[in-house]
């Protein structure tokens, strides 16, 4: 076998010295990236990309919207038209930051 018992060669530089097949330390290294990457489409696939169950979602039965008042018929999670508005006002608020902290004056110093 060609490099056995050889565990690093200094003459190599960068990528090649780290991840080659003549010394122990770099087929080390390459199988510790092989594993890695394994391990990692392993968990993709088991628990990413697993098909969820069907759940029912928070307002699927009916609700009397003629009782909500106050900010509640506007902003809630019992009905989609309150779960809409509820992510519009985020996406509002988090563009006002952002036009904020751009458009503000430097400090002088």
């Known amino acids: 076998m060609a490099g056995h018992g050889v565990d ?3 003459n190599l530089k960068g990528l090649s010295r780290i991840f080659n097949s003549q010394t122990n330390r770099g087929r080390a290294n390459t199988t510790k990236v092989t594993m890695g990457f394994i391990a990692t489409c392993i968990i993709y696939y088991k628990f990413l ?6 759940k029912k979602m928070a307002g699927d039965s009916s609700v009397d919207e003629s009782q909500l008042k106050g900010l ?3 902003f ?3 009905t989609n038209r309150g779960r809409a508005n509820t992510a519009k006002a985020t996406y509002a608020f ?3 930051m952002i036009l904020y902290f751009t458009l503000k004056p430097k400090s002088k110093k």
Do not use: C, L, T, V
Request: aromatic share 6%; net charge positive; charged share 40%.
């Open 76 to 78: 809630n999670s019992q």
């Open 49 to 54: 990309r697993a098909k969820p169950k069907k």
């Open 72 to 74: 509640s018929k506007y």
């Open 8 to 10: 690093d060669d200094p």
């Open 94 to 96: 988090m563009g006002a």
